[in-house]
């Protein structure tokens, strides 16, 4: 296990030994790609509003969480290769070899999103 591969992962493990950061990452992947407004993360775990924001912001520091304005809400979607590279570095530790993830082209990836914002926008509107 390379030494700079540990000393990446340093930040994210100490981001996720707190049970309400847990509990914030299980409900923003929960939500998918398309992602959770902050609002609804600390309605749904119940946590103070000053208390979340602190959260949210080590979790989106260590590149664990992915922060976008839409309007006046901050919608937080998991980085899924932040994720993957936790697990790689885990499994390793534990002598498994993950299998490695299927992705889409970045092309296909890109579209897919400004397919999602598209529709997102149009259900805004009653459309």
Same mark, same amino acid.
């Given at each position: 296990?390379?030494?700079? !591969? =540990?000393?990446?992962?340093?930040?994210?493990?100490?981001?996720?030994?707190?049970? !309400?950061?847990?509990?914030? *990452? =299980?409900?923003?992947?929960?939500?998918?790609?398309?992602?959770?407004? =902050?609002?609804?993360?600390?309605? /749904?775990?119940?946590?103070?509003? /000053?208390?979340? /924001?602190?959260?949210?912001?080590?979790? $989106?520091? !260590?590149?664990?969480?992915?922060?976008?304005?839409?309007?006046?809400?901050?919608?937080? $979607?998991?980085?899924?290769?932040? *994720?993957?590279?936790? =697990?790689?570095?885990?499994?390793?530790?534990?002598?498994?070899?993950?299998?490695?993830? %299927?992705?889409?082209?970045?092309?296909?990836? /890109? %579209?897919?999103?400004?397919? %999602?914002?598209?529709?997102?926008?149009? $259900?805004?509107?009653?459309?």
């Amino acid at each position: 296990m390379a030494d700079q !591969t =540990a000393q990446q992962q340093v930040p994210i493990l100490a981001a996720l030994a707190q049970a !309400t950061r847990l509990e914030i *990452l =299980a409900r923003v992947a929960g939500a998918g790609a398309k992602g959770v407004a =902050a609002g609804d993360i600390g309605r /749904s775990i119940r946590c103070p509003a /000053s208390t979340l /924001s602190f959260h949210l912001k080590e979790l $989106s520091r !260590t590149g664990i969480l992915e922060a976008r304005p839409r309007g006046r809400f901050i919608i937080y $979607s998991v980085q899924r290769d932040a *994720l993957d590279g936790l =697990a790689r570095f885990i499994a390793g530790l534990a002598g498994v070899e993950p299998a490695p993830r %299927a992705r889409k082209p970045p092309a296909a990836r /890109s %579209a897919g999103r400004r397919a %999602a914002r598209d529709r997102a926008q149009l $259900s805004m509107f009653g459309d």
